[in-house]
């Protein structure tokens, strides 16, 4: 009988299944000698080896947006800052490390560790700031001793800096480090700790647009914090540039003006609420700022009499004295107490109930209508003027006009200003008003209180026919190249509460104010423009009754402010200025002349810009 073999294919594949095994129990074999010699023959050298070399994210700071004036002149830029900074997962040795770099760039070693100290205990690989902007020649020994100071680094970031120092400092503001209560607000996206950010004027208003946005670097180090090499970049965004309403000529001749006295400058274009000028002085340098400003100089700024950090163009309160007679002129005429016939005897004074009120004028101004009152600005023509008015109309006209009210610029801490009441008397000091007292707010004294830039808003109405702008101090912001994001549009308030009528007596006034024979601000007239306006005084110091006192006698901190509010020309004007002089006596020879100069330096700018215009 044949026998016959098992079946082939069979033992084909038992023989490939076993083939294959080997090869996989080889494979393997050779997988777990290999994670034996790296693991444990290698395990230690690859674990310093990873030690060594680290990937880290590196944030790179934006550039923040530019500041331009009207005519596109730059005012606020940004410079590079060499910033140096300390790793502490990378320095080993912290004191040691930090204790050679203070004797390498000559800076005492604890305030750099305080620096440190600010920090807190965050990340280890985070770097840490040990000191701002330090001077090329302390960059020259950092970077010459490198390779024996581990963990120090050198950032390269820009920094704020303002070009003309102290120049329209108030209105341009300065930056300052974030602190934990704004960055936990939420108000300040894509802001960390050690950033700086605007804390005052433009820089902390358009704060959103200015700042940008940041970059990042995704890089390798070795153990010393030293870069090998970069991975991924994500470039930064720059802010967003910002083109103001100011003039920078202008604004620097109103500051040299104010050189050595206290006061306030606003200039304003009455077609559109353009700010033109905004000066406060005394001034400071917004550079101080950069970085974190000294002890000594916050100490200085703060003490000063002079008050440097505050806005007085916005933020200082003043008795609007007779530049307030516009107002009462106009609640007068238009509730029919006066006309333009109506005449008032003025001897000097004018007796009220048992007491005297003194005109400015010791021995009068005779017989007076309205536009001589206001041209020579008669007390005691206003004086009859507010009795018959009352002080609650007065008021209603004062508040038609934007006083007593924020203007509602693009600028914090603007003050209200004041104007009183019969009511607001009753809840401030729970006594009734006193008819002597309004014939104080008649004449722009008592209560009242105003700031320059209200009075310059108001003026400007004057000027134009009657219309209140909010005023304007950004007419647009613009990418980096060129592209307008946002356009700021002059925007109307209301009207003035003043008939065409009233309006014209009022303008017929202000114009002899200054062109006219017996004007209190005829000493400024210029040859090619005319000009109307409005004096006034302001008192500080009262007087009691029956003394004489010279103001040469009294202390210059008691001695009455100056006003002088203007627009010019007179028929159709291009800017409206209110300027305010704390201290200076008499508006008309204090602060009148630097209104006059301002008003010729403008009117010659325009004409030769006319001129150029039309010969283009």
């Known amino acids: 009988m044949v026998e016959f073999d098992r079946n082939p294919d069979k033992e084909w594949i038992k023989q490939r299944l076993i083939g294959a095994s080997i090869c996989i129990l080889l494979m393997f074999s050779l997988l777990f000698l290999r994670l034996m010699y790296l693991q444990i023959i290698k395990g230690e050298d690859f674990r310093l080896l990873s030690e060594k070399n680290a990937v880290r994210l590196k944030s790179i700071k934006s550039s923040r947006g530019l500041i331009f004036d009207r005519d596109k002149k730059l005012l606020v830029d940004n410079r590079p800052s060499f910033n140096l900074k300390i790793v502490r997962e990378d320095a080993g040795d912290v004191n040691k490390i930090v204790r050679k770099v203070a004797d390498l760039i000559q800076t005492p070693f604890q305030e750099l560790m305080d620096n440190i100290a600010k920090a807190g205990k965050g990340a280890f690989y985070k770097p840490v700031t040990l000191k701002n902007s330090i001077s090329r020649d302390q960059l020259a020994v950092i970077e010459a001793h490198k390779f024996d100071l581990p963990g120090i680094q050198i950032d390269i970031e820009p920094i704020r800096y303002y070009i003309y120092k102290k120049t329209a400092a108030h209105l341009l503001g300065y930056l300052g480090e974030i602190n934990i209560k704004e960055l936990k607000s939420g108000n300040y996206p894509n802001v960390k700790s050690g950033d700086s950010i605007g804390k005052y004027g433009i820089e902390k208003s ?38 103001l309403t100011l003039d920078l000529e202008l604004q620097r001749t109103a500051e040299k003006m104010l050189e050595n006295r206290d006061g306030a400058v606003v200039a304003i274009d009455p077609a559109n609420g353009d700010i033109l000028v905004m000066a406060s002085n005394p001034s400071f340098d917004q550079n101080d700022f950069i970085g974190g400003i000294t002890t000594q100089k916050w100490a200085a700024l703060i003490s000063h009499p002079g008050k440097p950090m505050n806005n007085k163009a916005i933020q200082a309160e003043y008795p609007p004295a007779s530049t307030y007679k516009i107002i ?20 000097g004074f004018l007796k009220y109930g048992n007491r005297k009120y003194r005109c400015w004028k010791k021995y009068g101004h005779g017989n007076m209508n309205i536009s001589e009152g206001l041209e020579q600005s008669c007390d005691v023509f206003y004086y009859q003027a507010g009795i018959k008015t009352g002080v609650d109309a007065l008021a209603q006209y004062a508040m038609g006009c934007g006083l007593g009210a924020k203007t509602g610029i693009m600028l914090g801490n603007e003050r209200r200003g004041l104007i009183p009441t019969a009511a607001w008397k009753k809840r401030r000091f729970n006594e009734p008003w006193q008819g002597g007292e309004t014939l104080s707010i008649a004449i722009g004294q008592g209560f009242n209180l105003v700031t320059p830039l ?44 003043a008939s065409k009528e009233t309006l014209d007596i009022v303008k017929n006034a202000l114009f002899q104010v200054v062109q006219g024979a017996h004007g209190t601000a005829r000493g400024i007239r210029l040859k090619d423009v005319d000009i109307a306006g409005k004096t006034g005084t302001a008192q500080v110091f009262s007087i009691k009754k029956g003394e004489e006192i010279k103001s040469e006698e ?50 010659k700018k325009n004409k030769k810009t006319d001129r150029q215009a039309a010969t283009d």
């Open 206 to 243: 358009f704060q959103k647009y200015l700042h940008g946005k940041r970059g990042g670097r995704q890089i390798e180090v070795d153990a010393n914090g030293r870069i090998i090499k970069v991975l991924r970049t994500i470039e930064p965004v720059p802010g967003f540039d910002l083109n």
């Open 328 to 347: 009462t002129s106009f609640a007068a005429l238009e509730e029919k107490h006066i006309d333009i016939n109506t005449t008032v005897f003025c001897p």
């Open 454 to 497: 209200q009075m310059a808003v108001f003026i400007a109405a004057v000027g134009n026919g009657g219309t209140l702008y909010r005023p304007r101090i950004v007419k647009s912001i613009e990418a980096s190249d060129g592209k307008i994001i946002k356009k700021i549009d002059p925007e109307i308030k209301g009207g003035l509460p």
């Open 554 to 603: 009294l202390e210059y901190s008691l001695r009455d402010h100056a006003w002088f509010v203007c627009y010019a020309p007179a028929d159709d004007p291009v800017i409206a200025i209110a300027v305010m002089i704390e201290h200076g006596e008499h508006g008309s020879s204090a602060a009148a002349p630097v209104a006059g100069a301002l008003i010729e330096q403008y009117t």
